[in-house]
């Protein structure tokens, strides 16, 4: 990487996609998982620009159902990304449910650190409750659609924000959000519904330059600092070895 490729923290891609697809994403793309059984599949590939993560989406029945801490807990040790997990006010899965899963899932995560990805749909008071019960290092609110004085407890507690296409037309949101503890994402084909151009994950240019306009800084300027949050976020989680070496080495470069 002699440039600093695009960083994609959260996005859905299917695990049987061709390693030469992912190649000519030309990004870095972080992908989430919606169940331990995908996450599985995923982690048995090795693909030098693609960081699979474990998840247990909120909003699934049977990922909820299924879930299980200790093949959640041998999962991790293969990925230095958790995602996705969290809570969804709008799912079918009881919210017992999901906290009861949510919960185990950070418990593990307090004795073994990771990027973690978190869905707050509808939910955004009870998810920053469980980090306040059961604070991790690594956490990244994907999506998030918090108020100013929740946003305010998440950056009291650690947290960084993945802002994705959809959510840049939202400058009041934007501008809520530290630049140093931002992160750019997708959520391919959810989040990236509304970009001007071509749908893919790892096609964050919407979301650079909207930050960009925020801060009076350049597109290449936003790259650069996001891969420093990267890197920052790396270390405070403590799994930088657990990433794929051509990641690591870039990380290094920035």
């Not at 891969?227 to 270390?235: E, I, S």
């Amino acid at each position: 990487m002699n440039r600093l490729l695009p960083i994609d923290l959260h996005a859905h891609i299917e695990t049987d996609i061709a390693a030469a697809d992912l190649v000519d994403l030309r990004a870095v793309v972080f992908a989430a998982t919606r169940s331990l059984d995908e996450a599985k599949r995923a982690l048995e590939r090795n693909d030098t620009s693609t960081v699979w993560g474990v998840g247990c989406h909120p909003g699934l029945v049977g990922a909820q159902k299924a879930f299980d801490v200790e093949r959640f807990s041998a999962l991790i040790t293969r990925t230095a990304y958790v995602s996705e997990v969290g809570l969804d006010g709008k799912s079918r899965v009881p919210m017992e449910t999901q906290r009861a899963t949510l919960s185990a899932v950070l418990k593990v995560l307090q004795a073994s650190p990771r990027i973690t990805s978190i869905h707050s749909f509808a939910a955004t008071e009870a998810v920053l409750g469980c980090l306040t019960e059961w604070p991790i290092r690594g956490a990244v609110l994907h999506w998030w659609l918090g108020d100013a004085g929740q946003t305010q407890r998440a950056i009291d507690l650690g947290c960084y924000f993945s802002v994705n296409p959809a959510m840049v037309r939202q400058s009041e949101l934007l501008r809520r959000l530290p630049l140093d503890r931002v992160l750019p994402e997708t959520d391919h084909p959810f989040g990236d519904r509304s970009g001007g151009h071509g749908r893919r994950p790892g096609r964050v240019d919407d979301v650079e330059q909207a930050l960009g306009r925020l801060h009076q800084l350049t597109p290449e300027e936003i790259r650069q600092i996001t891969w420093q949050n990267l890197g920052q976020l790396t270390r405070e989680a403590r799994c930088g070895m657990l990433l794929p070496r051509q990641v690591r080495v870039a990380l290094a470069a920035a």
